[in-house]
């Protein structure tokens, strides 16, 4: 874990463009180099590294775990395992955005077409300047570095603040856009949010940053040159005065996890407003009972953190308590998918039963209506969907998806008793064809299931009980039988 933040900063992982909007890709064989790509996809994934003792100098990763390298000659090479001197490279960025890679231990700038790259220029001109694409799930909780705070949508000031100590509820979603080099960023309202502060709806030049990394930290820098920094008492997010980024206009992106709400039996929400005891008694949502869901890695199993940090855990009796303040054996829970409905199992291997003073207790055998609840998502309204190709996007000329973009498509997710329903831009919804096309022009909607099955993925089961998958070809299916990597989602 980071220590400035409460969940972990995203590796920053993106696409290099060059002058002739075509991708630095990494082949597999002889670990070639071109830049010959024409979308982001897997080969054309490159991972930030720096270096530990000097800020200043990155390594270039590919998707093949090997690094960028130049050699004296300018010949360009990827196929060190570990970064030695000639994989230390200097990010030069320009003021339109791009960025120019410099050699460190050679001081030649990188660049050039096709085949033909080389680290060989001694000046920069328009082939050594690339175009950063971020290749990382565009939805995160965004952190002031030098607030330690996190921005979340403030809807009656109409402003994104930066005054949260945890990224809780719907409103800290931010979304990042991308469009021709720039991004904006999007509320959960889908308003985007201007250089003076003001949230607006229509995507513009005000709303439109470049992006630039110092120290591994991201800077949002605006049309005028300007950097997006929290501004007063609130931390209202806006341009400031600055035309170089210092500590308060860096910001982190950090993995937004998927934060539920639970009904019990009884009708009533899961809480923990009554103190340590973790109760069905409550009418309404507030931060109160909605509970962070994070999947081990390593185990799958859920953890549930409450707004105040801690952790559900079984103690004696069975009870569960909010009271862990670590992860352990008994803060891990087995959910088990029934539908419309949610089973967990605590560590004793007893499922997780409502009582009838609303009390949450680990003591039944066996699932009947008092083990069964109703879990909704609440931190995703707007769902975009990363495989393992790519992401799910239109198909530019029939009803059907495409799992394999470099673009995505952001689709409107609305909770029905347990399910969900999947709208498309043009309002119509999604619904499985009879031979198990996955199309997006249904006048009416059908029902979707999510199951939150790997730490940052979710498996999709359409109303046919089988799962969405990208197929060969590319189009979105619902015809998996059982889940593997290409029935798992980022988002």
């Not at 100590?165 to 509320?187: A, E, F, M, Q, R």
């Not at 639970?262 to 069905?280: D, E, L, P, T, Y």
Request: aromatic content about 10%; hydrophobic content about 35%.
């Amino acid at each position: 874990m980071p220590t400035n933040g409460v969940n972990q900063a995203l590796k920053l992982q993106f696409g290099l463009i060059n002058y002739e909007n075509r991708y630095l890709t990494a082949e597999a064989f002889g670990f070639k180099v071109n830049a010959s790509g024409t979308s982001m996809k897997k080969k054309q994934i490159w991972t930030l590294e720096q270096d530990e003792q000097d800020g200043q100098v990155v390594f270039l990763r590919s998707h093949l775990g090997r690094y960028l390298a130049s050699d004296k000659d300018g010949k360009i090479i990827c196929g060190a395992e570990k970064p030695d001197p000639e994989c230390r490279f200097l990010i030069v960025p320009q003021s339109d955005g791009r960025w120019a890679l410099q050699s460190e231990p050679y001081l030649r700038y990188f660049g050039g077409s096709a085949d033909y790259l080389s680290c060989f220029a001694q000046v920069i001109g328009e082939q050594e300047l690339w175009a950063v694409h971020l290749a990382l799930h565009p939805q995160a909780s965004l952190l002031s570095v030098a607030r330690k705070r996190y921005a979340h949508l403030s809807a009656s000031d109409g402003e994104i603040s930066v005054d949260s100590n945890i990224p809780w509820g719907v409103d800290s979603l931010v979304t990042l856009v991308y469009l021709d080099g720039k991004y904006s960023l999007k509320t959960c309202d889908s308003r985007f949010l201007s250089n003076d502060g003001k949230l607006v709806k229509e995507n513009n030049n005000m709303t439109c940053f470049t992006l630039e990394l110092k120290s591994g930290k991201l800077a949002f820098k605006d049309c005028d040159g300007k950097y997006l920094a929290p501004m007063g008492p609130t931390g209202t997010l806006r341009s400031g005065r600055c035309s170089k980024p210092g500590k308060d206009e860096l910001f982190d992106l950090e993995e937004s996890h998927p934060q539920v709400v639970f009904q019990a039996a009884n009708k009533r929400f899961v809480s923990v407003k009554q103190g340590v005891s973790i109760s069905a008694n409550q009418d309404v949502e507030t931060d109160m009972e909605t509970f962070q869901m994070e999947i081990d890695k390593e185990s799958k199993k859920a953890l549930f953190r409450t707004n105040g940090g801690s952790y559900w855990t079984l103690v004696t009796h069975g009870e569960i308590q909010s009271t862990a303040k670590e992860v352990e054996i008994n803060t891990m829970f087995d959910i088990e998918w029934r539908g419309q409905r949610v089973a967990l199992k605590a560590s004793n291997g007893k499922y997780v039963c409502t009582k009838k003073n609303g009390q949450l207790s680990a003591i039944s055998d066996a699932v009947g209506d008092d083990e069964l609840f109703l879990m909704k998502l609440i931190n995703r309204p707007m769902l975009i969907l990363r495989g393992e190709n790519g992401f799910v996007c239109h198909h530019k000329n029939s009803n059907t998806l495409d799992a394999n973009r470099s673009v995505y498509d952001i689709f409107s997710l609305i909770f029905n008793d347990g399910a969900y329903i999947i709208k498309s831009v043009n309002g119509k919804f999604w619904y499985v064809s009879s031979n198990g096309l996955v199309c997006s022009d249904g006048e009416k909607s059908e029902n979707f299931f999510l199951e939150f099955l790997e730490h940052g993925r979710v498996a999709i089961k359409g109303s046919n009980g089988k799962y969405l998958r990208g197929d060969q070809g590319g189009t979105l299916m619902c015809d998996g039988v059982s889940v593997d990597a290409s029935s798992l989602w980022e988002y």
